[in-house]
């Protein structure tokens, strides 16, 4: 696929204009995250419009996304940036498409395996909407773009939500009806990404290279998406050198830019080189562990809460609130997020502790969620389970962003996030495919409390062991002063 035929490739110099290609990508974001019908999903599979069983939807159907989008994530990452980024954000607007067709049309097990599928590819394609604006942008721009965007998919799914919520609740409107906005919205989205410009460059298979260019370096701090120069001052982790400075600032007239065409096969070795070098630091190392380790729970529980409410308080007999819940719950979040971005704390000595005591929290949700056969307290858990986790997130996105460059901050979230659906796989295939054990919706969200409270006695303890080795270290510092 291609961008408009005559469309003129977008720049990325620091006098492009911005603004349009931002305001088309957060048009599209939002759009794509306007589906009503979502919070609603279990509630009108098991009903009258598809009917079918507890065992289909949760055993045999709900499988099939975590399959797919472990099994495209990886070719999916490379064809975004092969590809430059536009065709893969067309590619997931088509796949929506089609997931909410065949939701609205399809019937049988089969189908909805098959729209399993594809909403496992619209999930793996989301890097190209994440990493399509830093293609078209300055870099200083990125800070401010990036919190566009994702604001963007937040406020198109609370509206989503809401809407959904109150057309069902209010209105009295059908599932039916719902997700003929769900696909009107994402047919908008997909007709908008169309006039998205087309990227002259990508991060790893083309660089736009001008001669003659300066060799100054700078450096890019990916918290908070500013350029800054090498300050001797300021402290940084330990071989910081060797993963921030990259040549940004490359001078020369635009009329001599070419793309610099970079063969795969180095680009691969290069991203393997990386890769090794990233993880060799255990500051990195520990939270790339909990990021995985974290977001495969994560998946698994908002993949099923729906079906554990269903269970609690079948929808077919009284009023449900699902989208209202999912309303709550991201926007608690997203102030949560905003709050922990003001807090002032020594993540390097503490981050690990807090991970600990966090992820007990998470577990107790969880645990309260499954055994308190309340639906509203299996709400109230519900949206404390996603606070706790947004913000660590948050938090655990800082300290791997922090002293990394553009390109090892994606090779490191997108490997966090391979292991992390390899490790969902194996917990889907073990505990709910019905080629493994296939258990109830509570033995499962029971095995998923434990999980958590094994994440959190792990981080304990690795906490307790980093505090206790830098309380030694000081102490042999201090002895040779005494003496």
């Known amino acids: 696929m291609a961008g408009p035929r005559g469309a003129r490739p977008a720049r990325s110099g620091p006098g492009c204009c911005w603004a349009l290609p931002t305001g088309l990508l957060c048009a599209y974001g939002f759009f794509c995250s306007v589906r009503p019908s979502e919070p609603f999903l279990t509630r009108y599979l098991l009903g009258p419009h598809k009917n079918l069983s507890e065992t289909q939807v949760f055993n045999e159907i709900y499988p099939v996304w975590t399959y797919s989008y472990l099994a495209l994530l990886f070719p999916v990452f490379l064809a975004t940036d092969y590809l430059r980024y536009k065709p893969v954000v067309l590619l997931q607007g088509l796949s929506l498409i089609i997931t909410w067709f065949l939701l609205l049309y399809a019937q049988g097990l089969r189908a909805f395996q098959l729209l399993e599928f594809f909403y496992g590819m619209g999930t793996a394609t989301d890097i190209a909407y994440y990493s399509y604006i830093y ?42 009806s719902l997700n003929v906005i769900s696909l009107t919205s994402v047919s908008v989205a997909f007709g908008t990404a169309w006039f998205l410009p087309m990227p002259r460059k990508s991060l790893f298979f083309h660089h736009a290279a001008a001669q003659p260019f300066s060799l100054e370096m700078k450096v890019m701090d990916c918290k908070n998406g500013a350029i800054v120069q090498d300050q001797p001052g300021v402290p940084r982790v330990p071989g910081w050198e060797d993963e921030v400075k990259m040549p940004l600032n ?90 922990v971005g003001h807090i002032k704390t020594s993540w390097a000595m503490w981050g690990e502790v807090a991970l600990a005591l966090f992820s007990f929290l998470i577990a107790a949700a969880v645990y309260i969620m499954d055994t308190v056969h309340n639906i509203w307290v299996c709400y109230a858990s519900y949206v404390v389970f996603r606070i706790i986790y947004m913000l660590l997130i948050t938090i655990a996105t800082f300290q791997i962003a922090t002293n990394l460059s553009v390109e090892r901050y994606a090779l490191v979230f997108g490997v966090n996030t391979f292991i992390a659906l390899a490790l969902q796989t194996l917990l889907t295939l073990i505990v709910v495919d019905a080629s493994g054990l296939g258990l109830d919706i509570f033995t499962q969200f029971m095995i998923y409390a434990s999980y958590f409270a094994a994440i959190s006695l792990v981080f304990l303890g690795s906490g307790l062991y980093s505090i206790m080795r830098a309380h030694r270290r000081q102490v042999q510092n201090r002895s040779p002063e005494s003496c």
Request: proline share 2%; charged share 15%.
């Open 135 to 176: 293609s078209v942008v300055d870099v200083d721009l990125y800070r401010k773009v990036t919190s566009y965007c994702r604001s963007a998919t937040l406020v198109g799914y609370t509206v989503g939500s809401v809407c959904g919520q109150l057309l069902v609740s209010l209105a009295g409107w059908s599932l039916f």
């Open 250 to 339: 490359r001078e020369g007239h635009p009329a001599e830019k070419k793309e610099q065409k970079v063969d795969a096969l180095k680009v691969l070795k290069d991203l393997w080189r990386d890769f090794l070098q990233c993880y060799s630091s255990r500051t990195m190392l520990c939270w790339s562990v909990w990021w995985a380790l974290s977001t495969c729970g994560y998946f698994q529980v908002i993949n099923y809460a729906q079906g554990l409410w269903e269970m609690v308080l079948p929808s077919h007999s009284t009023e449900i609130y699902n989208g209202g819940v999912e309303a709550a719950s991201t926007l608690l979040g997203a102030v949560a997020v905003f709050v």
